[in-house]
């Protein structure tokens, strides 16, 4: 028999359907719907009776049906797909949506309809609100290519339970980013748990992992549940990943790969059902490369990698991060900070931020503390602008090849800018006379 929507709904599909805890709706290629499970008609207040065979656009608002339908789109994919929408309730609310919809074809491959399980987000973001944080993709914040392709690759992982590794330099914001990718996936209603796996000796660690039984150890007076069994269910962030040692790294690969463990003194297997989500500042291929790390949990680990870049890479994004400080400032100290100045948003955008986001974010807060007006200036800054200048320069000392002359040209360039492109200011600061720095500008072809 050809299959067709009223076939699929007449079947044992929708017993199941009515089983989960997520909203399910299942629209045909006449764009019409059929179908709304129990817990989306809880969600969006339709019966069947409201909503069967009615058009998809009683549902789905924002978009165009001609060329943004998320049916077509998957259709083109030839694969279940990952969407961000907008759904339309009975009493008029608009609310946002992560669905996940699959195409459904018949023996001749024929599409004839798509299934979208799909949670309501706003249930989410009103927590966070009420709780204080927010971790929806927003936090992302940036314009450029880099994390407009890291925010990417979140939506698409979130809602699977694919194991991710986050790699990036200190600062960067992984867990952030891990934080994120649990709040929107299907696990969003269970706990998160955090390790920083370089904080604890190799002992401690075991045991903050997997737990331990009464006597395991002296001081062990009694038993007490592992990382990983309280997360049972939900996720576990597993931070510098590459600090953990060999003996660790195969009880790790063992939970990734069977979902077991055993406590410190215990001989009884534990099963659990854990998403993992670690990270790492370490470059592990060069640790794997050297013996200090396992080549198969390596690959265990980075079955989803995500880089955050540092934030020299994509300094166009500074703009942006300091508007969201002085935004989070402004409501953590009550006050009215509303700009920056031009020099002192020429000095941060001539640093290079070790540190990244997190640097960034304390040099925003001293700033917030020393200014009394309206406006952050270059005084506010941590101790003074020559900090940054200063700063530069040792790095440039740091570089193998770098020359006197390399500094030199280094440290006249930054206290241009620094004097706003006034020489004679220029040549006071540097202690060398006007005729001096010309000839030196000429030398390096520097030009203002």
Same mark, same amino acid.
Request: proline letters at 3%; a neutral charge.
């Given at each position: 028999?050809?299959?067709?929507?009223?076939?699929?709904?007449?079947?044992?599909?929708?017993?199941?359907?009515?089983?989960?805890?997520?909203?399910?709706?299942?629209?045909?290629?006449?764009?019409?719907?059929?179908?709304?499970? $129990?817990?989306?008609?809880?969600?969006?207040?339709?019966?069947? #009776?409201?909503?069967?065979?009615?058009?998809?656009?009683?549902?789905?608002?924002?978009?165009?049906?001609?060329?943004?339908?998320?049916?077509?789109?998957?259709?083109?994919?030839?694969?279940?797909?990952?969407?961000?929408?907008?759904?339309?309730?009975?009493?008029?609310?608009?609310?946002?949506?992560?669905?996940?919809?699959?195409?459904?074809?018949?023996? !001749?491959?024929?599409?004839?309809?798509?299934?979208? @399980?799909?949670?309501?987000?706003?249930?989410?973001?009103?927590?966070?609100?009420?709780?204080?944080?927010?971790?929806?993709? $927003?936090?992302?914040?940036?314009?450029?290519?880099?994390?407009?392709?890291?925010?990417?690759?979140?939506?698409?992982?979130?809602?699977? !339970?694919?194991?991710?590794?986050?790699?990036?330099?200190?600062?960067?914001? $992984?867990?952030?980013?891990?934080?994120?990718?649990?709040?929107?996936?299907?696990?969003?209603?269970?706990?998160?748990?955090?390790?920083?796996?370089?904080?604890?000796?190799?002992?401690?660690?075991?045991?903050?992992?997997?737990?331990?039984?009464?006597?395991?150890?002296?001081?062990?007076?009694?038993?007490?549940?592992?990382?990983?069994?309280?997360?049972?269910?939900?996720?576990?962030?597993?931070?510098?990943?590459?600090?953990?040692?060999?003996?660790?790294?195969?009880?790790?690969?063992?939970?990734?790969?069977?979902?077991?463990? #055993?406590?410190?003194?215990?001989?009884?297997?534990?099963?659990?059902?854990?998403?993992?989500?670690?990270?790492?500042?370490?470059?592990?291929?060069?640790?794997?490369?050297?013996?200090?790390?396992?080549?198969?949990?390596?690959?265990?680990?980075?079955?989803?990698?995500?880089?955050?870049?540092?934030?020299?890479?994509?300094?166009? !994004?500074?703009?942006?991060?300091?508007?969201?400080?002085?935004?989070?400032?402004?409501?953590?100290?009550?006050?009215?900070?509303?700009?920056?100045?031009? !020099?002192?948003?020429?000095?941060?955008?001539?640093?290079?931020?070790?540190?990244?986001?997190?640097?960034?974010?304390?040099?925003?807060?001293?700033?917030?503390?020393?200014?009394?007006?309206?406006?952050?200036?270059p005084s506010h800054l941590p101790l003074d602008e020559t900090c940054f200048v200063a700063k530069n320069i040792?790095?440039?000392?740091? #570089?193998?090849?770098?020359?006197?002359?390399?500094?030199? $040209?280094?440290?006249?360039?930054?206290? @241009?800018?620094?004097?706003?492109?006034?020489?004679?200011?220029?040549?006071?600061?540097?202690?060398?006379?006007?005729?001096?720095?010309?000839?030196?500008?000429?030398k390096y072809g520097i030009k203002v």
């Amino acid at each position: 028999m050809k299959k067709d929507m009223k076939t699929f709904i007449s079947s044992d599909c929708n017993i199941i359907l009515n089983s989960i805890v997520e909203g399910a709706i299942a629209g045909g290629a006449d764009r019409r719907l059929y179908f709304l499970n $129990k817990a989306g008609k809880e969600i969006l207040g339709y019966s069947d #009776e409201e909503i069967v065979g009615q058009p998809c656009s009683l549902v789905c608002v924002g978009r165009d049906c001609d060329t943004e339908c998320p049916l077509i789109i998957a259709s083109k994919n030839n694969t279940a797909s990952h969407f961000e929408m907008k759904y339309r309730t009975k009493d008029e609310r608009v609310i946002p949506v992560s669905v996940y919809l699959g195409i459904m074809r018949d023996e !001749d491959g024929t599409i004839f309809g798509g299934i979208g @399980i799909f949670r309501d987000l706003s249930i989410i973001r009103d927590i966070s609100r009420d709780l204080g944080f927010d971790f929806s993709l $927003k936090q992302l914040i940036g314009k450029s290519k880099a994390i407009s392709y890291v925010s990417q690759l979140i939506s698409e992982v979130a809602p699977t !339970d694919v194991t991710v590794l986050i790699t990036g330099e200190s600062g960067t914001g $992984k867990e952030l980013v891990a934080n994120v990718i649990h709040y929107n996936s299907l696990r969003r209603d269970r706990v998160l748990v955090k390790v920083n796996c370089a904080a604890l000796s190799e002992n401690l660690l075991e045991s903050e992992l997997f737990g331990h039984v009464k006597g395991a150890f002296t001081g062990a007076i009694q038993e007490r549940k592992g990382r990983f069994e309280v997360a049972d269910g939900g996720s576990i962030f597993l931070d510098e990943i590459g600090d953990i040692s060999p003996n660790l790294q195969v009880k790790l690969l063992r939970v990734l790969q069977e979902g077991e463990f #055993e406590k410190v003194g215990d001989s009884k297997t534990q099963k659990v059902n854990v998403r993992v989500i670690a990270a790492t500042n370490r470059n592990l291929e060069d640790l794997v490369r050297s013996g200090k790390f396992r080549e198969d949990l390596y690959y265990r680990l980075r079955v989803f990698p995500i880089h955050i870049p540092p934030l020299r890479e994509r300094k166009e !994004d500074i703009p942006l991060l300091i508007s969201h400080f002085i935004n989070k400032f402004n409501n953590e100290m009550g006050k009215d900070i509303t700009s920056i100045s031009k !020099d002192a948003m020429d000095i941060l955008m001539d640093y290079d931020y070790p540190g990244n986001v997190r640097e960034l974010s304390n040099i925003i807060e001293h700033a917030f503390v020393r200014c009394q007006g309206k406006t952050i200036l270059p005084s506010h800054l941590p101790l003074d602008e020559t900090c940054f200048v200063a700063k530069n320069i040792a790095r440039k000392l740091s #570089e193998e090849s770098a020359t006197l002359e390399m500094v030199e $040209k280094e440290l006249i360039i930054a206290t @241009i800018k620094r004097a706003n492109y006034r020489l004679d200011r220029v040549a006071k600061i540097l202690g060398i006379g006007r005729s001096t720095l010309w000839r030196k500008m000429k030398k390096y072809g520097i030009k203002v």
